[in-house]
């Protein structure tokens, strides 16, 4: 079966909507995301307008910049993977590898405010098969470029 142009956009849309509501699922239930967890929403939400926009405009120009929505969160949960792994360090607002306690005031240190709201980057909340949302994501992001791809390259 060969797909249209405009089932794969919508596919491809489709696939970044569901990894956005299953992204906000977890966080229902209780998973609150950390600084680069949300990164990796910005390009699923702008994959989503670009479909939308490819539909409407039929130009080759949206699906390759949904592709490149893809690759780039693809590349944020590549990453934040490596944060989680310790194969490198990650951004110290969200990280164990920051500058600690130097950039805090005395303040900072004695409220209790900020213990509930800070997530770090570098431990994993969940994990299925051994690989973390972060990995999942990447995973996924990389096979709707793949799509993404694939409806570039049909005719309008």
Request: net charge positive; proline share 3%; charged share 15%.
């Amino acid at each position: 079966m060969i797909m249209t142009r405009n089932t794969l956009v919508v596919l491809a849309a489709a696939g970044s909507a569901a990894l956005l509501l299953g992204a906000f699922g977890f966080q229902i239930i209780g998973y609150a995301p950390c600084k680069m967890c949300l990164w990796q929403r910005w390009p699923h939400a702008a994959a989503i307008a670009i479909g939308g926009l490819a539909l409407v405009w039929k130009t080759r120009a949206l699906p390759w910049l949904g592709a490149l929505a893809m690759l780039i969160t693809a590349g944020i949960g590549l990453f934040h993977t490596g944060v989680e792994r310790r194969w490198w360090d990650g951004p110290s607002s969200c990280s164990g590898g920051g500058d600690g306690l130097r950039g805090m005031s005395g303040s900072d240190l004695l409220s209790t405010d900020i213990v509930d709201r800070v997530v770090m980057c570098d431990e994993v909340a969940w994990e299925f098969l051994t690989l973390s949302m972060a990995s999942w994501n990447m995973l996924a992001s990389l096979a709707l470029a793949v799509v993404w791809v694939l409806a570039a390259r049909r005719p309008a």
